[in-house]
Structure formats: structure tokens, C-alpha cells
């Protein structure tokens, strides 16, 4: 029932609100992003947090004080589940934009908030296609806004605790841009659905926003490094002990 009822407040919301982001997406394309991303702001917020709410995720986040204040970076973080993005989007400072893979820019009206929210959707099975994408996060970042992206490329099936090899992409955005980048550990996710066989489950996730690691100036063995380094820092922050012990 639970996973019922998070399901029709998933598709609901965003069919009720559609008029809003027909309005939002109009303002966008005459350039007033102001008014979009106002909307988004609230309404992605707003959704998120019911969503999080139906399917009984609890959080405790640490680390919001190391989010740079009034510049734009790039939030480097481990991916368990699909419940990732919600909470990126729901527990940081605000609702930013991720770097995304393609199918999820095809889901109906989720597609238009993601574009209010600037969203780039990455298309892994074409080189091209992927690099055009990261330059044009590159330059949501230039322009002021901050960004999320999953390092690990995919949704990391193994044990909790453990993360993949972190991919260049997230690391090429940050440096290109001079922005720093956030790391963000997040243990427990994978509880909310995965582990269930996609049923909504209550769960306990544990957050943490470690500090930037600046990324203007480094020399060339600093940026080679930067990818692995990012991926001890977050490997460091996992707790995988204390979410076993709550269940």
C-alpha cells in the first residue's frame, strides 16, 4: 500500500502542477530564469520531501555549514539507489541540478522540472554526445548554478560501505568551471527501495557533506589525482556499521 499510494503522489503532483511548469518553462524560454528557478526551487522541495516522507526515509545530515556560500560548485556524490536523487535534491541547501543519464530526461513532466532545475542528461553510449553534456554543465556552472553528479557513473549494486571507480566527468566540470567540489557520502539509501524488490520501505539515511576541495590552480599530478581522492574522502564518511545497527 505504501509503495501504492507513493506512486499516485509521484505522477499526481506533477500532473496537478502541471500548469506551473508550463508557466515556468515559458519563462525560461524568454530568458526570465529568475521565474524558473523560483518555481523549481519550491515545487522540487516541496515534492521531494513528500515523497521522502511517504516512503519513510528518515535522514541526518551533516556538513550543510561546508557548502560554499554565494558560488556555485559541483556535489560529488556515491550512488546506491534511484532514492539518491531525491535525496540530493531534498536534504543540501537547495534543489540543484544533476547530471543525469539520458532515459531519465524521457519520464513525462519529470523531464520539464529537470530543465527548470538545468538538468543535463548524459548519453553514455555516445562519446560525443557525453562530452557535449559536460560542457554544457560546464557552463550552468559558469553562470552561477550548482551542480550534482554521481561519480560512480552507475547505481553501485555491491555491499553498503563500498563505492565503484569513480569516473573524470564531475572532476572536468569542476576544474573547467573553477569551482570546488563538495564530496557527499550517503549511506543507507539503497534500503528505501532496492533492497525490497522496488517497494517502498522505511529506512534511516545518514548524510554527509564533507568540505570543498578547491579545484582553480592545482597543477597537472593534483588534478590526475583529484578523481581518487574525492573517492577516499566519501569512502571515509560511509557508515555502514550504524545503519545496520538501527535495523
Known amino acids: 500500500m505504501r509503495t501504492l499510494i507513493w506512486f499516485i503522489y509521484f505522477w499526481g503532483y506533477l500532473l496537478f502542477h502541471w500548469p506551473t511548469l508550463s508557466r515556468g518553462l515559458k519563462a525560461l524560454k524568454a530568458g526570465d530564469w529568475e521565474t524558473g528557478d523560483a518555481l523549481a526551487a519550491r515545487h522540487v522541495m516541496r515534492w521531494t520531501g513528500r515523497l521522502l516522507k511517504l516512503a519513510g526515509v528518515t535522514t541526518e545530515v551533516t556538513g550543510l555549514e561546508n557548502i560554499p556560500k554565494g558560488r556555485p560548485c559541483v556535489f560529488a556524490a556515491n550512488h546506491r539507489s534511484f532514492y539518491d536523487i531525491a535525496l540530493m535534491l531534498n536534504q543540501l541547501d537547495a534543489p540543484h541540478g544533476l547530471v543525469a543519464k539520458k ?13 527548470l532545475l538545468h538538468c543535463v542528461f548524459l548519453d553514455r553510449e555516445d562519446t560525443r554526445k557525453a562530452m557535449d553534456a559536460l560542457k554544457e554543465a560546464t557552463e550552468i556552472v559558469k553562470k552561477g548554478y550548482s551542480i550534482s553528479i554521481f561519480p560512480e557513473g552507475t547505481r553501485n549494486k555491491g555491499e553498503e560501505g563500498t563505492l565503484l571507480e569513480f569516473k573524470g566527468g564531475a572532476f572536468r566540470i569542476a576544474t573547467r568551471a573553477g569551482a570546488p567540489i563538495v564530496p557527499v557520502a550517503i549511506t543507507g539509501s539503497r534500503e528505501a527501495m ?54
Open 194 to 247: 532496492e533492497n525490497h524488490h522496488m517497494f517502498m520501505h522505511p529506512c534511516h539515511v545518514i548524510i554527509r557533506v564533507l568540505p570543498p576541495i578547491e579545484t582553480a590552480g592545482l597543477d597537472r599530478a593534483a588534478l590526475k589525482a583529484l578523481p581518487e581522492q574525492t573517492r577516499q574522502l566519501i569512502l571515509e564518511n560511509l557508515e555502514p556499521e550504524r545503519i545496520k545497527a538501527k535495523e
Open 103 to 115: 532515459e531519465v530526461g524521457n519520464l513525462p513532466l519529470v523531464r520539464g522540472w529537470m530543465r
